[in-house]
């Protein structure tokens, strides 16, 4: 039950809303609605971004026009294959996307919270470098999780995104799982695991450490005060379970600002890893080749510069910022809308 009460106590206002608070039903309810919403919108840039990344690679057949950059990308999508274009692979990547996401954060929020209990510690308790560890780590450990279920419908995905529109090899759904697995056997399907793991493990311990360290930053300079804009009233909500309590009601504009700083922090650092990740799980090799994580990087590099390790990082920007503002500031409604 979500009540909000005027802020009495700096005790009370600093409890911040921990998965003992929330019920299990109603968060997952409420974060599969969620997710599902914003990847529709941004979906159509991740497919440019998978195009984008692989093209001008050697070893994967590209049967699309070339693109100078996103907004070329967008356009030529449309013209080639129309509005349907834009969500190839949606629905397969969809199912996976949504299955690893309530791994990822009910296995996060449960890791935080043990962390900050054994250490005997709440945020407002713990340094700046002790919160980035805890939240870094439950971020890095909670995606190892997610990726377990995440990469088979990732390469699946991928190779519906960038194979030729007018001869398509791979039907999305069941079809493309099939055909990877007659083609390359169980291990293709997790072609790229270990690169993926290579990627988004640190990605997402940064993501979480930069927001949990941004928004403790952010609280402390009074952002509404700097911003002129006007003081909230109410800063408490009640849970209602054994032991009826209150918890912290955030400031989305705190949220907001975060999730710009993590997105764009995570996201430049890690983009040479997502290349490299792109181009090992949708090449073709050859028999006999050995082709690994640093193969893949070192191979780019020579031919193409190092430049190309930054190949997408611009619709990367655009898909993870816009995202991790908006995704974060309603998944943080969410875990207010769970509380008992």
Same mark, same amino acid.
């Given at each position: /039950?979500?009540?909000?009460?005027?802020?009495?106590?700096?005790?009370?206002?600093?409890?911040?809303?921990?998965?003992?608070?929330?019920?299990?039903?109603?968060?997952?309810?409420?974060? !599969?609605?969620?997710? %599902?919403?914003?990847?529709? /919108? /941004?979906?159509?840039?991740?497919?440019?971004?998978?195009?984008?990344?692989?093209? !001008?690679?050697?070893?994967?057949?590209?049967?699309?026009?070339?693109?100078?950059?996103?907004?070329? !990308?967008?356009?030529?999508?449309?013209?080639?294959?129309? *509005?349907?274009?834009?969500?190839?692979?949606?629905?397969?990547?969809?199912?996976?996307?949504?299955?690893?996401?309530?791994?990822?954060?009910?296995?996060? &929020?449960?890791?935080?919270?043990?962390?900050?209990?054994?250490?005997?510690?709440?945020?407002?308790?713990? $340094?700046?470098?002790?919160? *980035?560890?805890?939240?870094?780590? $439950?971020?890095?450990? @909670?995606?190892?999780?997610?990726?377990? #279920?995440?990469?088979?419908?990732?390469?699946?995905?991928?190779?519906?995104?960038?194979?030729?529109?007018?001869?398509?090899?791979?039907?999305?759904?069941?079809?493309?799982?099939?055909?990877?697995?007659?083609?390359?056997?169980?291990?293709?399907?997790?072609?790229?695991?270990?690169?993926? /793991?290579?990627?988004?493990?640190?990605?997402?311990?940064?993501?979480? %450490?930069?927001?949990?360290?941004?928004?403790?930053?952010? &609280?402390?300079?009074?952002?509404?005060?700097?911003?002129?804009?006007?003081?909230?009233?109410?800063?408490?909500?009640?849970?209602?379970?054994?032991?009826?309590?209150?918890?912290?009601?955030?400031?989305?504009?705190?949220?907001?600002?975060?999730? *710009?700083? @993590?997105?764009? #922090?995570?996201?430049?650092?890690?983009?040479?890893?997502?290349? @490299?990740?792109?181009?090992?799980?949708?090449?073709?090799?050859?028999?006999?080749?050995?082709?690994?994580?640093?193969?893949?990087?070192?191979?780019?590099?020579?031919?193409?510069?190092?430049? @190309?390790?930054?190949? !997408?990082?611009?619709?990367?920007?655009?898909? $993870?910022?816009?995202?991790?503002?908006?995704?974060?500031?309603?998944?943080?409604?969410?875990?207010?809308?769970?509380?008992?």
């Amino acid at each position: /039950m979500v009540d909000t009460k005027q802020d009495t106590t700096q005790n009370v206002v600093g409890k911040r809303i921990q998965w003992d608070d929330l019920d299990p039903k109603k968060y997952y309810f409420f974060n !599969g609605l969620l997710g %599902g919403s914003i990847d529709l /919108m /941004m979906y159509p840039l991740d497919v440019i971004r998978t195009r984008l990344q692989v093209q !001008g690679s050697i070893s994967i057949q590209q049967k699309f026009p070339h693109y100078t950059g996103t907004f070329d !990308g967008l356009k030529k999508l449309y013209t080639n294959e129309g *509005f349907k274009g834009y969500y190839k692979g949606f629905l397969t990547s969809e199912v996976g996307y949504l299955s690893s996401r309530a791994i990822y954060f009910g296995t996060y &929020e449960v890791l935080k919270q043990s962390f900050q209990k054994f250490t005997n510690q709440s945020h407002l308790d713990e $340094s700046s470098e002790q919160l *980035f560890m805890i939240t870094t780590i $439950s971020g890095g450990i @909670a995606e190892m999780f997610a990726t377990l #279920i995440w990469v088979p419908f990732d390469v699946a995905t991928q190779t519906v995104q960038i194979q030729d529109p007018k001869n398509p090899e791979y039907r999305p759904g069941l079809h493309v799982f099939k055909k990877i697995y007659q083609e390359r056997g169980f291990t293709g399907l997790y072609r790229g695991f270990g690169a993926t /793991m290579i990627k988004n493990v640190p990605f997402s311990g940064i993501w979480w %450490g930069t927001y949990e360290l941004t928004k403790k930053k952010v &609280e402390q300079l009074n952002i509404r005060e700097k911003l002129n804009i006007r003081e909230r009233t109410n800063k408490t909500l009640s849970v209602s379970d054994g032991k009826p309590h209150q918890v912290q009601d955030e400031d989305p504009i705190t949220h907001l600002i975060s999730g *710009f700083a @993590a997105a764009v #922090i995570s996201t430049t650092i890690t983009n040479p890893l997502d290349v @490299a990740k792109t181009r090992l799980q949708t090449g073709t090799f050859e028999k006999g080749q050995k082709v690994n994580f640093i193969s893949v990087i070192k191979d780019t590099v020579r031919k193409e510069g190092v430049r @190309a390790l930054w190949k !997408g990082l611009v619709p990367s920007l655009l898909t $993870s910022t816009p995202y991790s503002m908006m995704s974060i500031i309603l998944y943080e409604e969410v875990k207010k809308l769970s509380l008992k």
